[in-house]
Each structure stands twice: as C-alpha cells, then as structure tokens.
C-alpha cells in the first residue's frame, strides 16, 4: 500500500493528526495495534490546560525568558485552537471552556506570587488570590492560587473518535495494524507491519503514547502511571464554576468536574510502578488516598465515588513535550504530548508537523527537539 502519510496510533493525538493532514488534502493511512483510544486516550481526564507541568519560572531558569514564554504563548494558543476546532467541525464531546485553578501547595504562597509577576511580562493571562479572596471566592483553603483563563474540559474519547471520523470522510483509511520496521533509506519511508505487510509512505508520524518504537532515542522522556477517581453526579456541590485545579507541586493533585456534575481526581503518579497488571492492582490503594485528598480539598464533596482507574503515561525531564522530525530517519515525525498537557501538546504536533510536511517551521520544532538537550529541573 502506498499513500502520502502514514499515522502510527490512533489515540487523541493520532486523531489530531490524522484531521490536520487530511486538511491538507493529503492521502492518510492510520494504524492502531488495538481498537483506536484504548490506551492512554480512554484512561486521560483530558483537562485542556495551557499551563505547563513545569512552572514558567522554573522552565525560564532552565531556558531563558524567551524560549520558555514561547513555549508557554503556544500552549495557550493551542487549547484556543483546539476549542475552535472543535466548534468548526461540529464535535460532539462535551468541551466547555473553563478557567484553572492553580493552587500553592505549601504553606506560603511566595513563589506563586513570583510565578504570576513573571507570567504577566510574558503576556499571559491570569490573576493571583491570596489566601483571604481565594477563600472568599472558591471556598479553598489555600495559601494562594492563580485564576487564569484559557483552558477547557472534554471527553476525550469522544474527541478522538469525533476526529478520527472527520479525517475518514475526508478519505482517511485506517487499519488495525502495528508497525514493526521501518526503512528510511528510499525516498519514501517503508514501514514493515507485524502482519508481513508494508506500507509506503512519503511522510510517517510516529504518535504511539507511551509505546516509543526504538527507531526513537530520547534521553529525556520517562514513564509513569496515575491513578483518578470519579464520584457519583452532585452538582450541587462543586466549586465555583467548576474550574480545573491542580497544585504547585511536583507530584500534584488533580481536579475537574463534567456536565453532570460529578468531580474527577487525579494524581498520586508512580514511575516505579507501570506494568498495568502492578499498576491496577493498585487501584483501591490509590483511590482510597485520592478520596482523603478530595475531602481535604473540598469538604463539601460527597466520596460516593463511582469509578477508579488508572494509566500509564510518559513524561519529560523538563515538561515539555517531543514533537518534529526523528533524527537519522528521514521523512519519519514524532508526535508525542507528554504530562500533564498531553491533549494540548497534541494538537500543537498536529499543527507543527502539519507544517513542516508542508515545507515551512518554527522555532518550537527546536525547542521541542527530540534530541534537545533536556535538564531535569523541578517546580
């Protein structure tokens, strides 16, 4: 089979891609090892947040001011660029606009008032809460918090597959298949299938999730797993707007609400425990932890809670995501949105690897380089 793309992965991120070069007008296989979502994709609370894992300040100290304001503009830009995606095409997956709650963890909120100053320089949008307003106004008991606008919440399984059902309209073929080998030395990318087949194709992204084939050496990624929780509905007892929370911290909480009013939480991250057999028999530990941090963010919440999961995701030393071509392997591109902004990052790599087939770049394919000198840094 010959075509103009081939799209390894059809989760949210290969969804992303396959719409995008569908636009283009380009002709797109995508293959998927299993039925497409179902792995990080369905286990994602998909909290569409433009702030990044690791905090402005710390990102600045680690890249100067103008690399990591740039990375955090684009990100910003990306969740309204996703939204209005979204509404263009008409999709049906529960995304609401919504602003985030980004909350001290500690018991001074200095560095968090440090963080907000540095944001405004960049342009970013965002207002910081002492204690007393942010008690007055959320009824969170918190050193402080910033408030900024810009992010949203969705279904993420719907997104996916809402997507991926636009890009087959548009011609699209998709096929379970997993990939095995792949051949860079034609003009053409050759891609051995572990079914003995093989798929020709002028360009490959590779966006596997966490499954990184070993045609990619990244020294900066690591896996992890998570665990969330979600409660019965209870609309009557969420918090103001139902604003997306997460904590100043390195290991933080999570938080969202949905339409019917149930609260999802998530956090409680492992990069010791990934195997998923180790991983969900941690399951009823890990949501018993989660529901005591639920009632010591949020006493009002009832802990009837409904469901329990877990997943593996990865992440980067820096919080940053690996987007841009693989280097050695000429015509193959790496769409991987790690951490926290996984579904945001996304649809950035749908954007920029969008381009560069098309023959023009930006600066972000450099500062997202999968060979980037990454530095571990903390919040």
Avoid at 168 to 187: H, K, N, Q, S
Avoid at 297 to 317: H, K, M, Q, V, Y
Wanted: proline share 4%; hydrophobic share 40%.
């Amino acid at each position: 089979m010959k075509c103009d793309a081939l799209v390894v992965g059809g989760g949210i991120t290969g969804s992303l891609v396959a719409e995008r070069l569908t636009r283009q007008g380009l002709d797109v296989v995508l293959i998927d090892r299993e039925f497409p979502g179902r792995g990080s994709t369905a286990a994602s609370t998909s909290m569409l947040l433009w702030e990044i894992d690791r905090s402005l300040t710390d990102l600045t100290e680690a890249y100067g001011f103008e690399r990591a304001s740039r990375a955090y503009l684009a990100s910003l830009s990306a969740v309204s660029g996703l939204r209005s995606l979204v509404l263009e095409l008409g999709l049906s997956c529960d995304m609401r606009e919504k602003h985030s709650l980004y909350l001290a963890a500690g018991s001074t909120s200095k560095e968090l008032l440090g963080e907000h100053q540095l944001r405004k320089r960049a342009g970013l949008p965002g207002e910081f809460l002492d204690h007393a307003r942010l008690l007055d106004i959320f009824g969170i008991g918190r050193a402080g918090a910033i408030v900024s606008p810009g992010a949203a919440d969705a279904d993420p399984m719907q997104l996916a597959r809402g997507l991926l059902g636009i890009a087959i309209a548009r011609g699209a073929r998709l096929f379970e298949a997993e990939a095995v080998e792949f051949d860079t030395t034609a003009r053409s990318v050759g891609v051995q299938l572990k079914n003995g087949r093989q798929i020709e194709a002028r360009s490959v992204v590779l966006a596997t999730g966490y499954v990184m084939p070993a045609i990619i050496q990244s020294t900066i990624h690591s896996v992890s797993s998570s665990w969330a929780i979600a409660t019965t509905p209870q609309p009557q007892n969420i918090w103001k707007e139902g604003a997306l929370i997460w904590e100043d911290s390195k290991n933080y909480l999570y938080a969202r609400t949905t339409r019917a009013g149930r609260i999802i939480v998530g956090g409680e991250d492992s990069d010791r425990i990934i195997e998923p057999e180790e991983r969900d028999g941690l399951i009823p530990e890990k949501a018993g932890v989660l529901e005591r941090r639920l009632a010591a963010l949020w006493p009002p919440a009832s802990l009837d809670i409904e469901f329990r999961w877990s997943g593996t995701f990865d992440n980067t030393s820096d919080g940053l995501p690996l987007i841009g071509p693989v280097p050695g392997a000429k015509g193959i591109y790496a769409a991987y949105g790690y951490g926290g902004n996984g579904i945001t990052f996304s649809f950035l790599a749908a954007q920029l690897i969008g381009d560069l087939i098309a023959g023009s770049a930006s600066k972000l394919v450099a500062d997202f380089a999968l060979d980037r000198d990454g530095r571990p840094i903390g919040r």
